[in-house]
């Protein structure tokens, strides 16, 4: 809108120059008052998110599993940036879709609360100036990231402080933009913490593990880039990265960028640890919720990788009380045989 009004003529000034200035000056104020009630709106539109509107550049919210205000968590250059939708099809696609479940769910590991704890795998996001305390390896301190790591008191433990489960904690420096994951935590009396495995990641460059490492992942890959998560999903409505799925049995192999494979089996007709699947282009999501929608978009171009070993086509994702967990139960509409495995180059099997 136009709020500049146009000067007096001098023949209005010469007759009344004192009165006429007035004139001037009220019908000023008359119009910026009228322009600036016409650009704010008496009340926020229904459409609009209650956080941060896309096209404003903010930090990430501190705090646990808090939103990145449209911060990408990987380079552009990363292989969880790519868009797989045009890629080749591996020619053993139908077998290793048949071996992981053709006819099994796809299932949304994420979401509320189950069991009394947030339902998903947490993180939180931290200042520079959080505090390091030192991490004990238990089991793989020869393929971990030795610490300190900025570890906040209250950072939430997957599955709660009693969970017998893979317990990851995950914490994002968002000044620096390091992420620090570790695997099978505890937390120790003195502000210490203990874990099986863990790892820091650079996000600002795109530098994988040493191959043959593990990380807080069974693949060696991070956890966090491949998590659904609540901000991107309802605040922004796009998801622009691969995401993260398990499987129960999985090859003596892996794919990069995918670092470490976690079996025996040689059977080539198992998935490598790294392995991509994405959702076929002619699946019809338009009967699915906008939230689901925006997973099986993601999913259709970006595809989900194999991480690590667990159930299989359990898709991970962050908690959230904000979640719709009717829409995301949607999502096991979805079968094994709705994927195909994108081809395969560089398998690692030694």
């Known amino acids: 809108m136009n709020n500049r009004i146009n000067s007096p003529s001098p023949a209005v000034l010469s007759k009344a120059r004192v009165v006429g200035a007035a004139a001037v000056a009220v019908c000023l104020l008359l119009a910026i008052a009228k322009g600036s009630a016409a650009s704010r709106p008496d009340k926020r539109p229904e459409s609009a998110s209650p956080r941060t509107a896309p096209s404003e550049k903010l930090a990430p919210e501190l705090g646990i599993n808090s939103a990145l205000n449209g911060a990408q968590v990987m380079p552009d250059n990363d292989p969880w940036r790519m868009d797989v939708s045009k890629l080749g099809i591996d020619p053993r696609s ?89 695997f099978h ?20 460059v795109n530098k994988p593990r040493p191959a043959g490492w593990t990380s807080a992942d069974a693949a060696g890959l991070p ?22 799925f398990t499987v129960q049995r999985s090859r003596r192999a892996y794919l990069p960028p995918a670092r470490h494979f976690a079996s025996k089996s040689e059977d080539e007709n198992l ?6 699947v994405r959702l076929r282009a002619d699946f019809d ?37 904000q ?22 180059e560089g398998l690692v099997t030694q």
């Open 94 to 182: 139908a077998a290793i879709i048949a071996s992981i479940g053709a006819d099994k769910p796809l299932h949304p590991d994420f979401g509320t609360v189950w069991q009394g704890n947030p339902m998903g795998i947490p993180y939180v996001v931290v200042g520079q100036n959080q505090e390091r305390v030192a991490i004990k390896f238990t089991d793989y301190g020869n393929e971990s990231d030795p610490g300190p790591y900025p570890i906040p008191p209250n950072a939430p433990i997957e599955g709660g402080a009693k969970s017998d489960g893979d317990r990851h904690v995950i914490v994002l420096d968002r000044d620096n933009w390091i992420l620090y994951e570790l």
């Open 185 to 204: 935590a505890f937390p120790n009396p003195d502000g210490s913490w203990r874990a099986s495995s863990g790892a820091i990641f650079d996000l600002k």
């Open 223 to 244: 956890v966090f880039p491949g998590l659904v998560r609540h901000d991107e999903v309802v605040d922004r409505g796009e998801i622009t990265h691969a995401l993260r």
């Open 271 to 276: 998935p490598p640890m790294g392995m991509r």
């Open 285 to 321: 999501i338009k009967p699915f919720p906008k939230d689901a929608q925006v997973v099986l978009t993601a999913l259709k171009h970006y595809g989900m990788i194999v991480a690590d070993n667990g159930s299989d086509w359990f898709l991970s994702g962050a908690p959230d009380p």
């Open 323 to 344: 979640w719709d967990d009717e829409a995301l139960d949607t999502l096991k509409r979805v079968r094994g045989r709705d994927f195909e495995v994108i081809r395969m």
